[in-house]
């Protein structure tokens, strides 16, 4: 990659990363907001945000403080939102405002997402190290304002 292209794939970066932490702004959980995004080719496939399923209240957290067990990751609903258009992940980047934990990574996987850029370090890695146990790319790059 030349260093021009590699200067406008970090801006695009920066770009599909800002646009994910505002639709992280869309999830009615208190605990943390997380968005995704699904790219391919420049264009927007698919977007997402944690939050209960369809048709369940939107409230995230139980008495205690506590993330329901129900609640689903931005990067799910984003692939799955997927599954139900005209649209593959085949070849796509993920952009997402939180790293992967390991479910969301076998999801990515198996939708074939190539590539993974996230903004906030999750404090387990194992999603991350499957990522890249799979040959997928995975960046973590401080999103700049």
Known sequence: MSENSIEKRQLLDQRYLRMALVWAENSYCQRRKVGALVVKEKMIISDGYNGTPSGFENICEDENGMTKPYVLHAEANAITK???????????????????????????????????VYCEKYRLEDGV?????????????????
């Open 129 to 145: 190290e499957l990522l890249r146990r799979a040959g997928i790319d995975v960046e973590y790059m401080e999103v700049k304002k």
């Open 82 to 116: 997927l599954a139900r258009s005209s649209n593959n992940s085949d070849g796509s980047t993920l952009y997402v405002t939180a790293s992967p934990c390991i479910e969301c990574a076998k999801l990515i996987i198996q939708a074939g997402i190539k590539r993974v």
